[in-house]
Each structure stands twice: as C-alpha cells, then as structure tokens.
C-alpha cells in the first residue's frame, strides 16, 4: 500500500464530522507509529526494562 492509499484508508476510518485537525492528528500519530516500527527492525529501539528506567530517571 501506498503512503497515499495509506492516508487514505486512516482518512476514512474517521467519522464524517473530524475537522482538519482530527485529520491532521491521525495522520502524525500514524506516520510516528511506523517510523517507530522502523527503528525497531533497525535495532534502535530499547527494551520494556530500560524504557521504564529512562522515564523513571526524567520523573
């Protein structure tokens, strides 16, 4: 699937009354999810354990 098709597809998932900001929301949320799943198959994320101390240390 295409990013366009892609935008699409999430576009329509969302009711008729979503303004362009509910649009806008989805669409970054959605692109951060998979740049995420990129950097774990590249290795660069960090597991359960040393995400928890990263945010326990910034609390």
Avoid: C, Q, W
């Avoid at 366009?4 to 649009?23: G, H, V, Y």
């Avoid at 929301?25 to 692109?31: E, M, V």
């Amino acid at each position: 699937m295409t990013i366009k098709e892609e935008a699409k597809r999430i576009i329509d998932l969302l009711p008729n009354e979503a303004s362009f900001d509910d649009i806008i929301h989805a669409l970054y949320i959605t692109a951060k999810f998979h740049r995420g799943e990129h950097e774990i198959r590249e290795g660069k994320g960090v597991d359960d354990n040393t995400a928890r101390e990263i945010l326990k240390s910034r609390i």
